[in-house]
């Protein structure tokens, strides 16, 4: 059930009208058989584990509040890792280590092996819910968090449908007490749902299907290979995944705030980033402080020493890459973004040195990196790169790139105005009637000028 489909509107107006006529106690039993039915829709054996993993770490996590501070305590932690992470490691590796077996098994002469069988399927969500679970049980052993007052309220927290298959991974410290408390119904409250889904409807259809048809045709070699093709297809692609994902978030948090909820912002115009470390404090917001506050924090941060501090930092960017997916391209993609972090670390010393040669350069680096986040290979990422050796200009690059010249306008000036006004959407701090009007003409476009091809959310693979 896709965020922009007719189905998903459907069931979410549904929901949002049932859901305000009922009590506080039925509105989250409501909601946790809603949001299993949309988990459901996707496959129904899927909605099984997800179910188990839920129940397995609800008792963990309660049996940890009960213990007082000891080894039985560190082992029932050690044990809910172990079951999340490998529960996430099989469905969402094996088939990365079976494919490279295969590879090195026909490097070595063993060819046509009869492993195809065992090519697993990901469940959707898979990552996400499994990290919300992971911060949740290690939130109430660290003694910040109480465990959740009821099974319901916690298989709610977890399976809350708007955050469901692809985040933002909301922190149990700000979305369980929500669940715990009655909700109020607000009208702005309400209305800025509306303006969410809408923008994140326009971000999705208009700038990042758009986008994606030059994004696929650069990267499938149909634009030639040369100069002009490869920043294309970079550019195209770098608007792409912003409008994708950032329109996702944006219906998801939408959807959330039509039921009285609030989600965490996940973007905060990465594209304005004025270093590295800058972008990642506004690209996938809640994956970066999940990666700061779990991993990179816990391995010793930067409090053990310059060159531990860059061993920190490219472990968790290493793991951050393969978070996304389960192939070489995004361990390479991380290991980009943790060099480059180290050595803007190294470079300023803690100083903070902002200017458009900075925000060149970051630029440039998450430009770069996005050809191996987006190459179907590490061996198509290099040959996209050797390709900018060439020049070779083409009659029908003067469309695209006036195409992606207007589609980057819209997006910047939108951006410009959420940043300098420190919005959540365009005009949020306006007058009712400019947010209304905005809406209007978004929708009137997405009318008009969306795509003919729509592609499903690229983050529902991870």
């Known amino acids: 059930?896709?965020?922009?489909?007719?189905?998903?509107?459907?069931?979410?107006?549904?929901?949002?009208?049932?859901?305000?006529?009922?009590?506080w106690r039925r509105q989250n039993v409501f909601l946790l058989c809603a949001s299993y039915f949309f988990y459901g829709w996707w496959d129904w054996r899927f909605l099984l584990l997800m179910m188990a993993s839920t129940v397995i770490d609800y008792l963990i996590a309660n049996e940890i509040a009960a213990q007082p501070p000891g080894r039985k305590r560190r082992l029932l932690l050690i044990l809910s890792l172990v079951i999340n992470f490998g529960l996430l490691g099989f469905f969402k590796y094996c088939n990365f280590f079976i494919g490279s077996f295969s590879l090195a098994a026909g490097h070595l002469g063993f060819h046509n092996l009869p492993?195809?069988?065992?090519?697993?399927i990901l469940p959707p969500g898979i990552s996400f819910y499994t990290f919300q679970e992971v911060a949740y049980v290690i939130d109430?052993?660290?003694?910040?968090?109480?465990?959740?007052?009821?099974?319901?309220?916690?298989?709610?927290?977890i399976s809350l449908f708007p955050h469901l298959i692809a985040g933002p991974i909301q922190r149990p410290s700000h979305l369980l007490p929500q669940v715990e408390r009655p909700r109020q119904f607000h009208e702005r409250a309400f209305l800025s749902g509306c303006m969410l889904i809408v923008s994140g409807l326009f971000r999705k259809t208009v700038i990042a299907d758009g986008?994606?048809?030059?994004?696929?045709?650069?990267f499938d070699g149909r634009l030639g290979w040369n100069v002009f093709s490869v920043l294309i297809g970079v550019y195209a692609f770098a608007w792409q995944i912003y409008g994708d994902f950032s329109g996702y978030s944006d219906i998801a948090r939408g959807s959330a705030q039509l039921l009285g909820f609030h989600f965490m912002v996940n973007f905060r115009q990465p594209y304005f980033a004025d270093s590295l470390q800058d972008f990642w404090r506004r690209w996938h917001i809640s994956l970066s402080t999940w990666l700061r506050d779990y991993l990179y924090i816990p391995l010793g941060g930067s409090r053990k020493g310059v060159f531990r501090t860059y061993e920190n930092l490219m472990a968790t960017m290493l793991l951050g890459g393969l978070w996304h997916g389960a192939s070489?391209?995004?361990?390479?993609?991380?290991?980009?973004?943790?060099?480059?972090l180290s050595l803007e670390r190294f470079l300023t010393r803690g100083e903070t040195r902002k200017g458009w040669y900075n925000r060149g350069f970051a630029i440039a680096v998450v430009g770069l990196s996005w050809i191996f986040f987006r190459a179907k290979s590490v061996g198509a990422a290099f040959h996209?790169?050797?390709?900018?050796?060439?020049?070779?200009?083409?009659?029908?690059?003067?469309?695209?790139?006036?195409?992606?010249?207007?589609?980057?306008g819209i997006m910047l000036a939108i951006d410009f105005r959420i940043e300098v006004y420190r919005e959540e959407y365009v005009f949020e701090r306006g007058t009712l009637t400019l947010p209304i009007v905005a809406s209007l003409v978004m929708a009137a476009i997405m009318i008009a000028f969306a795509a003919s091809e729509t592609s499903a959310f690229i983050y529902f693979q991870f």
């Not at 968090?145 to 709610?156: K, V």
């Not at 986008?211 to 650069?218: D, E, K």
């Not at 070489?328 to 480059?340: D, E, L, N, R, Y």
Request: charged share 10%; glycine share 6%.
């Open 1 to 23: 059930m896709l965020f922009d489909s007719p189905a998903y509107c459907i069931f979410l107006v549904a929901v949002v009208f049932l859901y305000w006529r009922l009590s």
């Open 115 to 120: 492993i195809s069988f065992l090519k697993i």
């Open 211 to 218: 986008c994606a048809n030059l994004a696929n045709a650069a």
């Open 328 to 340: 070489w391209t995004f361990v390479i993609w991380g290991g980009i973004h943790g060099v480059w």
């Open 384 to 408: 996209m790169l050797a390709s900018l050796r060439h020049f070779e200009w083409r009659h029908q690059y003067g469309p695209e790139i006036l195409f992606l010249a207007v589609v980057s």
């Open 140 to 157: 109430v052993y660290r003694g910040e968090l109480a465990p959740a007052t009821s099974f319901l309220n916690y298989g709610l927290f």
